[in-house]
């Protein structure tokens, strides 16, 4: 039986932590800029598929996804660096105006 039905909760959280594991596995092994970004960008959708209880680790993995390629803006050639920075940004600004929405 699939474990997602029997407790989804439980299986987010299990999900979460393997992608955590994961990600720290690939950051460590220095794959580039965009790759990078693009792994904090995905993790960041999934704290956010978790609910407004991690709305804050969202907003801090989209954010390091922005600093990793406003870092390295200067050594790019245009194309999938801009689309995933204008990516990050639209999240963030979702999941800040989800945490304090008079702001």
């Given at each position: 039986?699939?474990?997602?039905?029997?407790d989804p909760k439980l299986s987010k959280i299990i999900e979460q932590i393997?992608?955590?594991?994961?990600?720290?596995?690939?950051?460590?092994?220095?794959?580039?800029?965009?790759?990078?970004?693009?792994?904090?960008?995905?993790?960041?959708?999934?704290?956010?598929?978790?609910?407004?209880?991690?709305?804050?680790?969202?907003?801090?993995?989209?954010?390091?996804?922005?600093?990793?390629?406003?870092?390295?803006?200067?050594?790019?050639?245009?194309?999938?660096?801009?689309?995933?920075?204008?990516?990050?940004?639209?999240?963030?600004?979702?999941?800040?105006?989800?945490?304090?929405?008079?702001?």
């Open positions: 039986m699939d474990m997602m039905l029997l393997i992608s955590n594991i994961i990600l720290e596995e690939i950051c460590t092994k220095n794959p580039g800029p965009l790759h990078t970004a693009w792994d904090f960008i995905a993790n960041g959708s999934q704290l956010r598929a978790l609910g407004f209880e991690s709305l804050n680790e969202c907003i801090t993995s989209l954010s390091k996804a922005i600093t990793t390629l406003s870092a390295n803006k200067d050594k790019d050639d245009g194309g999938p660096h801009r689309l995933l920075l204008a990516e990050a940004y639209g999240l963030r600004a979702l999941c800040n105006h989800e945490a304090e929405p008079t702001k």
